[in-house]
C-alpha cells in the first residue's frame, strides 16, 4: 500500500444532467484516491459513468443543463472545484493531461498536428517555437510516427486512426504533466496498433513518473495496465481493490458477471459465457435499493430495498453487495452468507 499524501483524491463526486423535470444522475458519490506513479483503471458498461468522472475531474462539464451538486477534486491538496478558469487552465496540460476517446473529433481539424502541439509547450514550458517544433518532432518520435518532423505540417484528416491517437498522447503528454487521464485510448484500433499503444504509454509513464488514470470497458487491457482496480455501475463504484486481488477474486455481482461474460476470463472447463442480462438502468428513474437488483441472479428482497454497504472483502479491497458474494457461490450460498 502507498504512503504519503495523494496525488489525487475525489470525494463523493456527484454530477447531474438536467432537462425540463428529468435528472439524468450520471456520477453519484464517487470517491477515488490516486497516488504519484500509481495506474488506477476504471472498468464498467457503457454509461456506467467513466467519461463524465473523468471530464468532472478536468472540470471540462459546461452548460446549463450539467450541475456538480456536491463533492470534491483535490490535486496535489488544491481544490480545482475552487480555482479561477484561469488557473484550470495551467492545471489541464500542465499538471493534467488526458487523452479523449475519439481522436478524430478531439483534434482542431483545420489545424495542423505541430501547431496543436507546440501551443501547449508554448503556455505551459514557455519555450520558443523554435525549441517547441523541435521537442514535438522528438515526441512524434517517441510515439511511434515515423518522418516526425515533416508530419508536423499535416492535418488530423491526413493521418490514420492509429496516428491519430499516436498524435493525441503526444500532446497530452507534452507539458510533462503529473497525471495522465486515458479515456479509452485504444477503442477502434486494431489488435496490433492497440498493443503499441499500451506500450508506449507503459513507457511514457515510467519515464516522466506519472499517475495514470486508465478508463475502459476492456478487462484483458485493464489487466495489464492498472495497479488498482475501480468498477463503476449506474454511476458508483460497487467494488475497488488491487487490480489481482479483484480478478482473482472478486465479490460483487457485477464484476463477477463482467468476468463470466469476457472470452478467455475463465477456466475453459467451465463451460460457455454466461452473458449479464438485461440492461443498465435509466439513470433519470434508478431503482430504489441496488441498482443492479434487477439483472442480479443473486437478488433478495433486501437488495430491492435497501441500499447496499461496502463490504470489506481484503486489503484495500470492497465490493458493494448485501452479500459476501464469490465466483463459485450460487444464488442459495450467497444468501447463506449475509
Not at 441472479?297 to 470489506?312: F, K, M, N, Q, Y
Amino acid at each position: 500500500m502507498r504512503t504519503g499524501a495523494p496525488l489525487l483524491q475525489v470525494e463523493d463526486l456527484a454530477v447531474e444532467f438536467g432537462s425540463g423535470g428529468r435528472v439524468v444522475k450520471a456520477v453519484d458519490g464517487v470517491s477515488l484516491t490516486l497516488h504519484a506513479g500509481e495506474t488506477l483503471g476504471i472498468l464498467g458498461e457503457s454509461g456506467s459513468g467513466k467519461s463524465v468522472t473523468s471530464l468532472a475531474i478536468m472540470r471540462l462539464l459546461r452548460g446549463s443543463r450539467v450541475r456538480v451538486p456536491r463533492g470534491r477534486v483535490l490535486f496535489e491538496g488544491e481544490d480545482l472545484f475552487a480555482l479561477s478558469r484561469g488557473a484550470m487552465r495551467r492545471v489541464r496540460g500542465g499538471g493534467i493531461g488526458m487523452i479523449f476517446q475519439d481522436p478524430m473529433t478531439s483534434l482542431n481539424p483545420v489545424l495542423t498536428i505541430g501547431r496543436q502541439l507546440v501551443e501547449p509547450m508554448q503556455i505551459h514550458l514557455r519555450l520558443s517555437r523554435r525549441d517547441a517544433l523541435a521537442r514535438a518532432a522528438a515526441l512524434l518520435s517517441t510515439v511511434g510516427i515515423a518522418d516526425a518532423a515533416s508530419r508536423l505540417s499535416d492535418y488530423p484528416h491526413q493521418l490514420s486512426g492509429g496516428m491519430r491517437q499516436r498524435v493525441m498522447i503526444a500532446i497530452a503528454v507534452s507539458c510533462r504533466p503529473k497525471l495522465l487521464i486515458a479515456d479509452e485510448p485504444t477503442t477502434g484500433l486494431d489488435v496490433t496498433i492497440q498493443a503499441q499503444i499500451l506500450q508506449i504509454l507503459k513507457s511514457l509513464q515510467e519515464e516522466l513518473g506519472m499517475a495514470m488514470i486508465f478508463i475502459t470497458h476492456d478487462l484483458g487491457v485493464v489487466a495489464g495496465m492498472a495497479d488498482r482496480l475501480a468498477v463503476m455501475y449506474a454511476g458508483r463504484i460497487v467494488e475497488e481493490g488491487p487490480t489481482d486481488a479483484v480478478f482473482a477474486d472478486p465479490r460483487m455481482p457485477y464484476t463477477i458477471g463482467l468476468m463470466r461474460s469476457i472470452p478467455g476470463m475463465e477456466d475453459e472447463d467451465e463451460g460457455p459465457l454466461h452473458p449479464i442480462g438485461g440492461q443498465p438502468p435509466d439513470l433519470s428513474a434508478l431503482p430504489p435499493g441496488c441498482a443492479f437488483a434487477p439483472r442480479c441472479s443473486h437478488a433478495a428482497a433486501v437488495c430491492r430495498e435497501a441500499a447496499p454497504p461496502a463490504r470489506a472483502a481484503g486489503p484495500g479491497h470492497t465490493a458493494v453487495c448485501h452479500f459476501e458474494i464469490t465466483k463459485a457461490a450460487g444464488p442459495e450460498r450467497a444468501r447463506a452468507r449475509a
